[in-house]
Structures are given as structure tokens and as C-alpha cells.
């Protein structure tokens, strides 16, 4: 519900899944939900979703006790950002986590998205690949320094919503 009077994004959702949890070996766990995914608006101007394929699946690999694979991908409708009644999106990833020392610990990303907006009229499509690095150093057991850069690139058949985007972040953490 939008509480704004006059927002015509008023709905219901609903994701049915069906999954598995597994432990394969001991280097190797994940769990795999597949359903379908429905979204009816309240507004009849705006076109539901109905019988959408949805699935949430992860799979992690340790081949060893400080190295460690994430793979994951998703899809599922959401909110719209303005254009057309929902976005349909379908994501990709994998994350390599490796402790260097007990103090030194790095992590290797990459994501690949791909959003279909859809009803009214709109034939709007954006992929967007994003490749990152981060490394943390734990100086002290209470002080924990950072750096992180990550290169995102949207693709997008929309006109002027093409974009390269680096972030380079700095992070301090400390605690009591």
C-alpha cells in the first residue's frame, strides 16, 4: 500500500517456492528454491503479473577452510522505479572470499542483472555487469581498516540511461 492518495501502485504479491537445502560434501552446501510469482494491482490501469517463474538459489564452495566460493542467482518482480507497472529481474553472481592471514582478508566480486520493465507500453531492458574488490586489514583485535572499489556498466535500451559508474570507498571499523 502507497500512502500517497493518489499512487495507483497499490497491490499484492505473492511467491510460491518450492526448495532444497543441501550439504553435498563438506566443502560444498546450497539451497534452491524454484516457484512462480504473481502480482495483481489494485488499479486497473495497471497490468498484473500472473504465473511469473521465480527462483532463489545459492551454492557455497569451500575448497579450503579460508577460501571460500559464493555463486547465486534470483529472479523475481518488483517495485517499479517510475517506468512501467514492475520490473522483472534476473541476477547473477559469484564471490570469492580468501583469508590471506588472521588479519588480512580480501574479496573478489562479480554480479551480472538484467532488468525487463513491464505493462504499460514500456519495452524497456537494462543489463548491468558490476566487477569489485575489497581488502580488509585488522590492525587491532578492535580496529579493522578497508578499501573497496567496484566498477558497475549499465547497458540499457532506454535513451540516455546508458552509464559507467568506479567507487572507491574507505572504511574504518572499530568496537568496545
Do not use: C, M
Not at 146 to 169: C, F, I, M, P, Q
Amino acid at each position: 500500500d502507497y500512502r500517497l492518495g493518489a499512487s495507483t501502485q497499490d497491490s499484492t504479491e505473492n511467491r510460491y517456492l518450492v526448495g532444497v537445502k543441501w550439504e553435498a560434501t563438506a566443502k560444498t552446501t546450497g539451497t534452491a528454491k524454484f516457484g512462480t510469482q504473481s502480482k495483481k494491482f489494485d488499479s486497473v490501469g495497471r497490468q498484473d503479473i500472473g504465473g511469473a517463474s521465480s527462483w532463489d538459489v545459492g551454492v557455497r564452495w569451500s575448497p579450503l577452510t579460508y577460501s571460500v566460493f559464493d555463486f547465486v542467482t534470483s529472479k523475481q518482480a518488483g517495485e517499479s522505479t517510475g517506468v512501467g507497472d514492475a520490473v522483472v529481474a534476473k541476477n547473477y553472481g559469484i564471490t570469492w572470499s580468501h583469508a590471506w592471514s588472521s588479519r588480512l582478508r580480501t574479496q573478489a566480486l562479480a554480479s551480472f542483472r538484467n532488468d525487463a520493465f513491464e505493462g504499460a507500453g514500456v519495452t524497456r531492458k537494462d543489463d548491468t555487469t558490476s566487477f569489485g574488490l575489497k581488502v580488509a586489514y585488522d590492525f587491532r583485535r578492535w580496529l579493522r581498516l578497508g578499501a573497496e572499489l567496484t566498477h558497475t556498466e549499465r547497458d540499457s535500451n532506454g535513451v540516455n540511461l546508458n552509464y559507467k559508474r568506479n567507487l572507491l570507498l574507505f572504511t574504518v571499523g572499530a568496537t568496545l
